[in-house]
């Protein structure tokens, strides 16, 4: 596997870029793990975001009906072309994947799955996250390695430290779980964090149902906005009289913090406050 890196770097001139998040994975085990858990088969359609030296990949190709990866880096552009270009049921997009229609993307392929399988440029997790969401895929399995710090978030739990509107927001979609840690040695360069490989599968039936979901997610960020700070100081734009008369129900008041909070309630507020505006 080291290989790979050294031929990229020898024969193509590669040069490692910090500001992508380029870590490449190297240790054969994990890409191993990884493609086993994202439960593809030959029906399935699978998009990867960063590509890098190809790995992931190159692990994911003889199990799946096609692979669409996104790769930012012109510089990666020589070898993967010359590498991977003779592969039928891959398609390699070069262009930043927070800017692609991926509707349209995948408008060309037929298939019964979809997947998303990566190993994220950690610096753009959430914004990821948020447009695979957004594009409404017809998506079952996303496993996606991430930062360790940005798991806990993911799935934290009311009244931890980690708890946050990202925690509500991934909990709204998902039943999330971490399948295991990766350590910096099975990456080239190691990265500064630490790695899990997670599991994220969209529920079929929400856990709360709000007016509308936008809205309750904005309301949920201003609730969250300072972590510190009370619900009658972050959410002073909003009714405070009638979040309080929900709060109540719970024995609460205004000067509890959004993290003591479940997504329910926290639905439940909203949901209040929303009927009652013009
Ligand atoms: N999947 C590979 C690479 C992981 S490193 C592996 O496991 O080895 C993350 C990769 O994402 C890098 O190759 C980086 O260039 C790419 N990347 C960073 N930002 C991106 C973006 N906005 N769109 C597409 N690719 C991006």
């Known amino acids: 596997m080291a290989i790979i890196i050294k031929e990229l770097v020898t024969k193509y001139n590669f040069v490692f870029k910090k500001k992508w998040g380029q870590n490449f994975l190297i240790d054969n085990n994990i890409l191993k793990k990884i493609v086993a858990h994202a439960n593809v088969d030959k029906d399935t359609i699978v998009i990867e975001i960063g590509t890098g030296a190809g790995t992931l990949t190159r692990a994911l190709i003889p199990y799946c009906k096609q692979v669409i990866s996104y790769e930012i880096d012109l510089g990666l552009k020589p070898y993967l072309e010359k590498e991977m270009g003779s592969n039928k049921n891959l398609e390699i997009i070069f262009d930043d994947f927070l800017n692609r229609d991926l509707q349209k993307d995948i408008a060309q392929y037929s298939y019964k799955k979809m997947a998303v399988v990566a190993n994220l440029p950690y610096y753009i997790t959430t914004p990821i996250i948020t447009k695979i969401v957004n594009e409404d895929l017809p998506l079952e ?81 201003e609730a969250f906005k300072y972590k510190r700070k009370t619900l009658k100081n972050n959410l002073k734009n909003y009714p405070l009289e009638q979040i309080e008369a929900v709060l109540q129900r719970w024995g609460h008041d205004l000067m509890i913090r959004a993290e003591g909070l479940s997504i329910e309630q926290l639905a439940a507020i909203y949901n209040k406050i929303s009927q009652e505006k013009p």
């Open 141 to 221: 399995d996303i496993v996606i390695m991430i930062q360790k710090e940005v798991c806990e978030r993911l799935l934290a739990k009311p009244n931890t430290k980690a708890y946050n509107s990202l925690s509500i927001f991934i909990d709204y979609y998902f039943e999330a779980r971490k399948l295991f840690t990766v350590k910096r040695h099975s990456f080239w360069p190691p990265p500064t964090v630490d790695s899990v490989v997670i599991k994220l599968k969209r529920r079929k039936e929400k856990k709360v149902s709000v007016t509308n979901e936008d809205a309750f997610f904005k309301f949920v960020r």
